[in-house]
């Protein structure tokens, strides 16, 4: 490994510590040549399916795209960026799961939606609003009642 502050490639590693799900390695290291520490992450590297655009383009997946469009969705909301994190890397290991080399891209777009409205329904009525591309204000609407008729019904279980 490389020591971004004097561009040496001996170090040691000093510390190596696992993250809660056991997916990530953090580890310390120490530069022989300038005696600086500095840390870095290992992330086991998976082969993600295609996506399938609604143009019928093909497309990588791109972690930082959906992470992008959430914090987005949930700026000034009080969403953590842990939640953020932990949705994604759980949205991974789904996808994965599913053994498909192509997914189509709405099936991404119906998992991120489902995780928002449980998570934050302003967040969700953002993301939707850019999502499916409302063409008026009615349809708006339309998904607005749906997500008060679902609270509705949520309340009248509860009883």
Avoid: H
Avoid at 28 to 57: A, Q
Avoid at 126 to 136: E, G, I, L, T
């Amino acid at each position: 490994m490389k020591c971004p502050y004097c561009g040496q490639l001996e170090n040691k590693v000093v510390d190596s510590r696992l993250n809660k799900d056991y997916t990530i390695t953090r580890r310390r290291r120490l530069c022989d040549s300038c005696g600086r520490r500095f840390t870095t992450y290992e992330r086991l590297e998976v082969t993600m399916p295609m996506l399938i655009k609604k143009d019928d383009r093909r497309e990588a997946w791109d972690r930082s795209k959906v992470v992008a469009g959430l914090k987005k969705a949930c700026e000034k909301r009080p969403v953590s960026m842990t939640q953020i994190e932990e949705f994604v890397d759980n949205l991974e290991r789904e996808l994965q799961d599913m053994g498909e080399r192509e997914i189509p891209v709405r099936i991404v777009g119906a998992r991120v939606m489902d995780a928002l409205r449980n998570i934050d329904e302003v967040a969700y009525v953002r993301f939707a609003s850019v999502y499916r591309q409302f063409k008026d204000l009615n349809e708006f609407m339309e998904e607005l009642k749906g997500l008060l008729g679902g609270r509705e019904d949520e309340k009248s279980e509860g009883s």
